[in-house]
């Protein structure tokens, strides 16, 4: 039997949300999520009706024909989503406008990105901010990550308006998801992942961690993502426009389920996979996914987060693992979580030695401090139980024994 449990509201929301349900408005936020009904309101909005290449249009109507089918979504939760889908669907606009009149920004090259892929809840995060405080290196920022069109100014973004709207929006997210810097520290400024640029082809992993969408994960994990990474690569031209270091770094365990379109669009590119034991990152990211959907809807059945959560990471691993021998091996290299933890610093002379990078005075001051400043659970823990989500260890085994042994893995 299907389990629920109520999701987080503060009272105010609550009693707003029921009264908004009483009221029909949530009856009619539904009924108007539809694609043609988003892209309409975007095209109003900017005056522009080309959203480009159109393979956004297949995952954007099966996202919606999901979503629509939950009924636990409340009314502030439908006004978050079809904003977050109208920012995308506004963002795909720009971007199409902007090759129209400025062509040569895609003309740029992406030379040597340095990306991190590998399980979530595997330090991708705190290797990656601590990568980011190289001056060498470009990571895409949070709210960069949310706005990317029109190209930011280096030495302009202080007073940009799309970073005043990316303050505003972290710190109602944090309000809203009590405990969430715990689980992911999230700030307008902070480096961020990229798999938000894949979201606005509407073909990213985000989307199934966010949303209970069983017909477009099985869509999601069946399709090839070429386009969407052409898309991706183009959304890092624009921001590198006016803006540019000596490389990209860039971190999305997204990347899991695309590594030979990701190969094949930056065959140049620096991968760092990290590993940490599935006993330990499933279920952690099952809390998470679980986190970000409560802040949408009344209840959550956790157990049906925590089976989504499995499939989706047994298919990346696997599809990562996969692809691995490709990669030129001084162009690859594994750590393992517990050494990021241990030693973080050793891990990030190791790879810049491997990688052939160089590693100036001021890029291992600033590795030092951001390593001394922001330690392991500086933000608080993470707090959750695997059997919540039905994630018991014999049960998460079974799909990554081999995963274990190939890696050499530490016990959980």
């Known amino acids: 039997m299907t389990k629920y449990r109520e999701a987080f509201q ?22 108007a999520f539809t694609p043609e009904r988003l892209m309409e309101i975007a095209s109003r909005t900017t005056g522009l009706d080309d959203f480009g290449d159109p393979h956004f249009v297949e995952p954007l109507g099966l996202l919606c024909e999901d979503i629509r089918a939950n009924q636990d979504i409340h009314s502030l939760g439908w006004w ?21 009149i400025q062509p040569e920004i895609f003309s740029q090259s992406v030379d040597r990105p340095l990306i991190i892929v590998g399980l979530p809840r595997t330090g991708t995060t705190r290797l990656m901010r601590i990568l980011a405080e190289d001056p ?7 709210w960069e990550s949310f706005e990317p069109v029109p190209p930011p100014i280096q030495g302009r973004v202080r007073f940009d308006r799309r970073r005043l709207r990316g303050i505003a929006a972290t710190s109602i997210f944090s309000l809203l998801i009590p405990g969430f810097q715990a689980i992911h520290a999230t ?19 985000l989307n199934v961690l966010q949303f209970d969408a069983p017909n477009y994960q099985q869509w999601f994990l ?24 000596d490389r990209w770094l860039l971190k999305s365990p997204g990347h899991m389920f695309g590594p030979a379109e990701l190969l094949a669009t930056y065959p140049d590119a620096l991968i760092v996979q990290t590993h ?18 409560g802040m949408m809807v009344s209840r959550l059945d956790d157990e049906r987060v925590g089976q989504q959560i499995l499939e989706q990471m047994k298919v990346g691993v696997h599809r990562l693992q996969a692809h691995t021998p490709e990669i030129p091996a001084n162009q690859y290299m594994a750590i393992q979580y517990e050494d990021i933890v241990r030693d973080p610093m050793s891990v990030i002379t190791e790879i810049y030695h491997h990688m ?11 590795f030092q401090t951001e390593i001394a400043s922001n330690p392991k659970d500086s933000k608080g823990r993470h707090n959750y139980q695997p059997e919540q989500f039905g994630l018991v ?20």
């Not at 503060?10 to 009924?31: S, V, Y």
């Not at 060498?136 to 949070?142: E, K």
């Not at 700030?187 to 992993?205: I, K, Q, R, T, Y």
């Open 276 to 293: 940490r034991h599935p006993n330990k990152a499933i279920p952690s990211i099952a809390s998470l996914s679980a986190a970000v959907r």
């Open 136 to 142: 060498a290196n470009r990571p895409l920022l949070n």
């Open 187 to 205: 700030g307008a400024d902070l480096p961020e992942e990229c798999v938000m640029l894949l979201a606005n082809s509407f073909d990213s992993w």
């Open 356 to 366: 052939d990078l160089p590693i100036s005075t001021r890029a291992e001051s600033a």
């Open 393 to 412: 260890p014999e049960r998460i085994d079974k799909h990554f024994a081999e995963y274990v042994r190939a890696n050499n893995i530490p016990s959980a």
């Open 80 to 100: 978050f989503i079809s904003e977050l889908f109208k920012r995308r669907l506004i963002t795909r606009l720009k971007l199409a406008e902007l090759e129209k």
């Open 10 to 31: 503060w009272p105010p929301l609550r009693a707003l949300n029921q009264r908004l349900e009483r009221r029909g408005t949530t009856a009619r936020q539904r009924e």
């Open 222 to 245: 069946n399709t090839s993502h070429g386009t969407t990474y052409a898309e991706h690569k183009k959304q890092l031209q624009v921001l590198q426009w006016k803006f540019k270091r």
